[in-house]
């Protein structure tokens, strides 16, 4: 078995149609399904339902599937081992994070990182949380900022962030009346003053968005979502031109530029948290590079800059 065959079974796979695979892999259509027939010739079996749309895994495919993934982390885990002891320091990390944090931390990490791996390609993959837990667990990705567990799966989680979540409301909103905690000078509202007005979230998929909702069932509210979108940025200038409220981090004010017409307020009642870890494979091959980036990461989420 080499390591193309095993690239063109999973991407058939993964795309459930041959000419989209086709597509993904820069060859032709016709060149694919020979290569996979050719496969499924030498292994006695057939990989893929042909008959259905799209295209499924028969049982011998499943297994197949399943074993490439891990064939290949075992190839790229050697390799990057290889790498290290004969210190060639070149290669390619790919690094999962969600385009929001991204924007912070990779130009900050990225400069930082080339300093001591000049020759070293960092590859990045955007997406969510979810998507960002599936890349690291079927061998897309390398390393992710994630903030969702996965306590089922073998990985590694190191926890870099414990995130207060806070209420963005246009300024000024006659309806609340906050109290004032002297926490970092932000006043304190309980949402249930808000259960009618509408809101401004972002898509379900999302990790903010999942812990938005438990904080609304644990205050009791259904709330009026009159818009929801992938972008925490667009949900705040929205907020800023009076059309809803919405739901943010603590750090994103610390971190990024956001909207000046816009109150912020710390939800009373509970301890609203969202952390983030730093997250890899259990049996993944930290090569010095892969420890560099983690240890670079960490020191972000350690010591943010100071605008």
Request: hydrophobic share 40%.
């Amino acid at each position: 078995m080499n390591s193309k065959k095993l690239i063109y079974v999973l991407t058939v796979a993964e795309e459930r149609s041959f000419s989209k695979a086709a597509k993904k892999l820069y060859i032709a259509q016709p060149s694919l399904s020979q290569r996979i027939h050719s496969v499924e010739e030498e292994i006695g079996a057939k990989l893929f339902d042909r008959s259905t749309v799209p295209l499924t895994l028969t049982y011998a495919g499943e297994r197949y599937v399943a074993a490439a993934k891990e064939l290949l982390n075992i190839e790229k885990n050697l390799q990057l081992e290889l790498d290290d002891i004969g210190e060639n320091k070149q290669g390619r990390i790919t690094l999962g994070i969600s385009s929001l944090w991204g924007q912070w931390i990779l130009p900050i990490v990225f400069p930082e990182f080339k300093k001591k791996f000049p020759n070293m390609e960092l590859e990045i993959f955007e997406g969510t949380f979810e998507k960002l837990n599936i890349s690291l667990m079927e061998g897309k990705t390398d390393l992710i900022v994630s903030s969702q567990l996965e306590p089922q799966q073998p990985l590694i989680y190191i926890h870099v962030l414990e995130d207060e979540l806070l209420l963005a409301s246009p300024s000024p909103v006659s309806i609340i009346h906050p109290t004032y905690s002297g926490v970092n000078s932000l006043p304190t509202i309980n949402l249930q003053k808000l259960s009618t007005q509408d809101f401004i979230l972002l898509t379900p998929e999302q990790g903010l968005r999942k812990t938005t909702d438990q904080i609304f069932k644990w205050y009791g509210i259904h709330p009026n979502i009159i818009l929801e979108t992938k972008n925490i940025q667009t949900a705040l200038k929205l907020t800023s031109k009076g059309i809803g409220h919405t739901i943010i981090l603590e750090s994103n004010i610390k971190y990024f530029n956001l909207e000046n017409d816009v109150d912020y307020y710390r939800l009373d009642g509970g301890n609203f948290k969202h952390k983030m870890y730093i997250c890899y494979r259990k049996n993944a091959y930290l090569s010095k590079a892969l420890l560099e980036l983690i240890n670079i990461i960490n020191q972000v989420f350690s010591n943010p800059p100071i605008e």
